[in-house]
């Protein structure tokens, strides 16, 4: 059994416990806890624990897909906005191609929500992809 399996048994996580189980380092857990309504620790004999429902909550409000999540495809369809790795798995490409149609042109515009943040209309990259696939050019093969 991997660690992380381990910890999806336990009610309550330590601070690193709950890194790990989120795929965080710790600096990046730290940000994460100054978001007002992030999980809250509760104090145990002068520790602090978190409670692992409240956290998995908490990344399903977010769409923060935390290790040993999966993308599922009926799950994104029933969605209105999505993330650049939901966006990203829907469409098939990478991080890159998207970059690159964002740089040309005619991909549909970003939500930012937080610096590092960013969010997709799924309607809105139902129609480029309908125009995309209409729009894109076959090269013949040489004779």
Request: glycine share 4%; charged share 35%; proline share 3%.
């Amino acid at each position: 059994m991997s660690d992380i399996e381990a910890l999806k048994n336990k009610n309550l996580l330590t601070h690193d416990e709950a890194y790990t189980y989120m795929g965080l380092s710790n600096s990046a857990f730290w940000c994460y806890r100054k978001i007002q309504d992030f999980p809250k620790p509760i104090e145990i004999l002068g520790r602090q624990y978190f409670k692992r429902e409240e956290i998995d909550t908490w990344c399903i409000k977010y769409r923060f897909y935390y290790r040993g999540d999966t993308l599922n495809m009926e799950h994104l369809k029933a969605r209105d906005l999505l993330t650049m790795r939901e966006t990203c798995f829907y469409l098939g490409i990478s991080y890159g191609t998207i970059y690159r149609h964002e740089k040309y042109g005619g991909f549909p515009r970003r939500i930012q929500i937080y610096r590092q943040r960013v969010l997709y209309r799924r309607e809105e990259l139902d129609e480029w992809l309908k125009t995309y696939e209409r729009n894109k050019t076959v090269k013949k093969p040489k004779a």
